[in-house]
C-alpha cells in the first residue's frame, strides 16, 4: 500500500481502504473549511498518482462529502 511515503496502489477491500484513506484524510484536509475539486485533486499530488481516483475513494467512503451545486468539498465528522 505505502512505498516511500506514497501510496503505490489502493486497496480494494473496504476494510483495507479504509486503513489508507481515513489517515489520508486526516492529514490533508482540515474540518470545516470546504476545498474546491481542484483542491481536493492537488493535496495527495505528492502521495498517489491517480487524485481523482483517489477523490473519489474518499467521497464513496464518506470521509469528503460534495456539495450539492458540486462547488466544494468537506471533510465529514466521522474522521474529526
Not at 484536509?29 to 476545498?35: Q, T
Request: aromatic share 6%; charged share 30%.
Amino acid at each position: 500500500m505505502f512505498t516511500d511515503g506514497r501510496v503505490k496502489t489502493i486497496p480494494r477491500r473496504t476494510a483495507r481502504r479504509a486503513q489508507v484513506l481515513e489517515p489520508l484524510t486526516r492529514t490533508l484536509f482540515n474540518p470545516g473549511r470546504g476545498y474546491t475539486e481542484r483542491e481536493v485533486n492537488e493535496a495527495p499530488a505528492g502521495i498517489h498518482d491517480d487524485s481523482p481516483a483517489l477523490r473519489r475513494y474518499l467521497v464513496e467512503a464518506g470521509l469528503l462529502t460534495r456539495t450539492h451545486d458540486g462547488s466544494e468539498y468537506r471533510r465529514t465528522s466521522i474522521t474529526q
